[in-house]
């Protein structure tokens, strides 16, 4: 079993940053692609971005592309979102996901909940304009 916590959400003023982490046990993590997905009211759980097991790939959404770039420390088993420049509908629960997605998956795989094995359990993020 893998667990997921995820950290540091909190109430940010629009252009401003937070960091969010994602610390994982119970497995090796570096055997795990990671992701990062989000859930606003009233909405369904879309994709943010993710990353692969080594971190060599990288994927976006087109709406956070540039302004949230995801990394993760395979030595520290955590996954990271630095969110710059913070917009109001970046308001949202920040969910961290573990998937078996290897490099041979394309993108599609990776930006698709379903394939992803393991949740935190989210952390709020809001952005006041």
């Known amino acids: 079993q893998v667990q997921l916590v995820e950290s540091g959400g909190g109430l940010v003023q629009a252009g401003g940053s937070l960091r969010l982490s994602c610390a994982v046990s119970g497995r090796t993590f570096s055997a795990y692609a990671m992701g990062w997905f989000r859930q606003a009211p009233g909405k369904e759980r879309e994709f943010v971005a993710a990353?692969?097991?080594?971190?060599?790939?990288?994927y976006y959404s087109d709406s956070v592309k540039g302004r949230f770039p995801i990394s993760r420390d395979n030595a520290k088993n955590t996954l990271y979102l630095q969110m710059n420049s913070l917009k109001p509908e970046d308001t949202a629960v920040y969910y961290c996901a573990a998937g078996p997605m290897s490099y041979v998956s394309g993108r599609s795989q990776y930006t698709t909940p379903r394939n992803y094995d393991y949740w935190g359990q989210g952390t709020q993020v809001t952005v006041s304009s």
């Open positions: 990353i692969s097991r080594s971190g060599g790939n990288t």
